[in-house]
């Protein structure tokens, strides 16, 4: 059955950026960003490359400070990066709960995680035996199993192949409406933006030059004549096409 578009202005406040710079050398990678985002709330970050989306991103997830202004970010965080970065000495189940004490408490949350994910079997498995798909699928078993109220997605879809890409976006999907974090997600990918989002903000030069909200009821098909709409309105604010140039899918 469709979903329609939510109202979040009642949630929880998961990210308020208030004039964020980050500047490296004399270049200004984040000239003054405002953006808040709030619980339950998915929203995509587009931007030619070295515009600054992983930057923000990395400041997010505390990797990274910011030269000026004010970040607020919810305590409880995870991060899945476009590559699953797991330990390969250890188990799948192990790299789950990478980080906590390896106990019989922490073997059931990590089996519960990797069941969330479809990958229950594979417990007990060495990581080197996965497929790419199912590698990112433990990292973001990983990043649910610390019960995040914001997940950052670091263009963790890049990698896959076309098919094995479809099936992640609906398992993130899935999971999202499930646990209602606030989802933070680079991407480059315009398509994948309108799809999956609540929100979609465009970054260029270091700022935002465009946020809109989606209004379109999921799941979205790519031709409709609202996506179609929007996909050529974010292409021309990403200085791809002009904004009275078709679009095609």
């Known amino acids: ?11 929880p406040v998961a990210v308020r950026l208030s004039g964020v710079r980050r ?12 953006i808040e985002v709030r619980r339950g709330e998915f929203v995509s970050l587009l931007g030619p490359s070295g515009t600054g989306k992983t930057t923000l991103l990395r400041i997010l997830a505390g990797l990274d400070t910011a030269d000026g202004g004010r970040v607020e970010v919810a ?9 699953p970065r797991l330990v390969l000495a ?13 106990n019989a408490k922490t073997r059931r949350l990590a089996s519960a995680a990797l069941e ?5 079997r594979h417990a007990d498995v060495w990581p080197k035996t996965l497929s790419g798909g199912e590698a990112q699928r433990v990292a973001l078993a990983r990043a649910l199993a610390k019960e995040p109220h914001l997940l950052l997605l670091d263009e963790p879809f890049a990698a896959l192949d076309a098919l094995t890409r479809i099936r992640m976006h609906d398992l993130v999907a899935q999971l999202w409406r499930r646990h209602l974090p606030a989802v933070v997600l680079v991407t480059h990918d315009v398509d994948e933006a309108i799809l999956m989002s609540d929100r979609v903000i465009v970054l260029n030069g270091g700022r935002v030059r465009f946020d809109t909200r989606i209004q379109m009821p999921r799941p979205r098909q790519r031709g409709e004549a609202g996506f179609t709409a929007l996909r050529a309105r974010l292409l021309a604010e990403l200085g791809v096409v002009s904004s009275d140039t078709p679009a095609h899918a």
């Not at 329609?4 to 949630?11: K, L, M, N, V």
């Not at 500047?23 to 405002?34: A, T």
């Not at 250890?90 to 390896?102: C, I």
């Open 1 to 11: 059955m469709p979903t329609q578009a939510h109202d979040f202005a009642d949630q």
């Open 23 to 34: 500047v490296f050398g004399e270049r200004p990678v984040l000239d003054g960003i405002d």
């Open 75 to 83: 305590a409880a965080r995870s991060v899945v990066f476009q590559e």
């Open 90 to 102: 250890k188990r799948v189940w192990q790299n789950v709960v990478l980080g906590h004490a390896q």
């Open 116 to 120: 969330e994910v479809g990958l229950g």
